[in-house]
């Protein structure tokens, strides 16, 4: 038969055996962590985990808290595993890498252990959660050098499939035969890499090209918001300012300029596409509030003001005209 089912509590225990407890959990399942119960007096937390052939399988309820795994306390040959978390209760929030993710229940969340990160409970949370073996993955063809967090959804499709197959794998696993699990481990590890591979973000295609294409697609996506700014688009993709602000600067540019300059681009081609509209009306319906300021900045960028594009266009034949 394959392991059977642990279990861990901290009930009973002092608030600070119950810190040292949790930690000696973490450290046991994937590697050390730093634990801040959030000025809470107790840290109530419960585990129950098990192994299938090499996957380790939990479940994990933890009162308002925060960990933090830093770059000191360990290389990362020391914790060589990707973790793959399905909240199912409670807010959690991650960071690594300048990246920062708000977990609801229906997420999934991949990433490396072995890399710094925190995460942030302010409250009772729940998850499962697959602890994976970089080496399983690297079998798989991915290069995990490059591996940056993935935010997913399990509410449908293959995410929530692949939930479900890891919530039957732990209640069956101390059922299956060592022959079994390394079968039900190998179709588990499939089945996970389903909605990545989906959501167009393999393990080895995360990296900061594919962060900043996607700040140009939701900038695009939201020119004409006129309360677009660094910290919607920071929140939609889940990274930092910081981080943001690195991206765009990498390529000569701020974030500000970029969104500016893809306004005015807009602006233009909708002047001399568009007679019957004013310069005021172009202007707003592209998130400016000031058609001085408009002007101001189109003939900066430009070096003519709308209106001589305007009134070129306007006084030229309309299509169909004697």
């Known amino acids: 038969m394959s392991d059977t089912v642990h279990s861990l509590t901290t009930a009973g225990l002092s608030p600070k055996k119950q810190i040292q407890c949790w930690s000696d959990a973490l450290a046991d399942l994937c590697g050390q962590f730093d634990i801040d119960p959030l000025k809470a007096s107790s840290l109530e937390a419960r585990v129950n985990y098990t192994t299938v052939s090499r996957l380790k399988l939990c479940q994990i309820e933890v009162s308002q808290h925060r960990i933090a795994h830093a770059v000191s306390r360990s290389q990362a040959s020391e914790h060589p595993y990707v973790k793959i ?7 959690s929030y991650f960071e690594q890498d300048g990246r920062r993710f708000e977990l609801m229940p229906g997420d999934c969340l991949a990433y490396d252990v072995s890399c710094p990160h925190t995460i942030i409970s302010p409250a009772l949370t729940r998850h499962e ?7 399983l993955l690297q079998e798989r063809g991915f290069h995990m050098a490059r591996m940056s967090a993935c935010k997913l959804s399990a509410r449908t499709g293959t995410g929530r499939i692949a939930h479900d197959f890891v919530h039957a794998a732990f209640e069956q696993a101390a059922k299956l035969s060592p022959n079994n699990a390394v079968v039900v481990a190998d179709s588990l590890i499939d089945l996970l890499l389903l909605p990545l591979r989906e959501a167009d973000a393999a393990f080895d295609r995360g990296g ?17 918001d006129p309360d677009l700014c660094i910290d919607q688009i920071s929140a939609a993709l889940g990274c930092t300012k910081r981080y943001l602000h690195m991206l765009f600067s990498d390529r000569g540019i701020t974030v500000s300029d970029y969104i500016w300059h893809a306004r005015l681009q807009n602006c233009r081609h909708e002047l001399e596409t568009h007679a019957g509209k004013t310069v005021t009306d172009v202007a707003f319906s592209w998130g400016f509030s000031s058609s001085s300021h408009f ?16 009134k070129a266009q306007h006084g030229s034949p309309r299509s169909g005209a004697p």
């Open 85 to 91: 978390l399905f909240q199912t209760h409670g807010i």
């Open 129 to 135: 959660v697959v602890i994976v073996p970089k080496a």
């Open 208 to 224: 900061p090209e594919a962060m900043y294409i996607r700040a140009q697609a939701f900038i695009r996506e939201h020119l004409r």
């Open 295 to 310: 002007s101001r900045v189109f003939r900066k960028y430009f070096g003519v003001v709308p209106s001589s594009i305007h």
